[in-house]
């Protein structure tokens, strides 16, 4: 029975619905002008930063957005190099403003008694420490 019913709704649903209406002339200018302002007013700013001294690295990122132009840097070092890029983006589109890198030596060094600290400004801030308890888990030092 309960098939049944199951199958007769699906049928009536099916029956009942009706192909999407089209959008009008004027409604899609109206969209697209909705779109347009949106676009030219949009404003949003964030950053977030990795400070990892158990595994040696720092990732780094802000960017902010005022209307059609983002503006945002990002920047790592991981034992090996340090790198931080400066961007822009709007009407001409993506483009790097600055890109700086350097050699800073032959690896990260692990340190089990270090943190790695977090922080953005969407999540707040805190700090990680090793779990000791589970090694298997948890990078080794490469140097060992």
């Known amino acids: ?7 007769a709704s699906l ?12 959008e009008s002339d004027a409604e899609r200018q109206e969209r697209e002008e909705y779109e347009k302002y949106q676009n030219e007013n949009a404003q949003y ?12 690295g720092q990732i ?4 902010e957005r005022d209307g059609g132009t983002v503006r945002g840097s990002y920047s790592y070092f991981d034992g090996f ?3 931080r ?12 403003i600055k890109d700086e890198m350097e050699d800073i030596g032959d690896g990260p060094r692990f340190n089990p008694e270090g943190t790695a600290d977090v922080e953005g400004s969407l999540i707040g801030k805190y700090s990680i ?16």
Not at 1 to 7: D, E, H, R, T
Not at 45 to 56: C, E, G, T
Not at 85 to 96: C, F, M, Q, S
């Open 60 to 63: 780094t990122r802000t960017e």
């Open 129 to 144: 420490k090793l779990d000791k308890d589970d090694d298997e888990k948890h990078y080794k030092d490469i140097h060992a």
């Open 45 to 56: 700013s964030f950053n977030s930063k990795v400070d990892d001294k158990i595994n040696d």
């Open 1 to 7: 029975m309960f098939k049944f019913v199951l199958i």
């Open 11 to 22: 049928l009536v649903a099916l029956c009942m619905a009706a192909p999407p209406r089209e």
């Open 81 to 83: 190099v340090k790198r």
């Open 85 to 96: 890029v400066e961007y822009v983006a709007d009407k001409d589109g993506y483009r790097v």
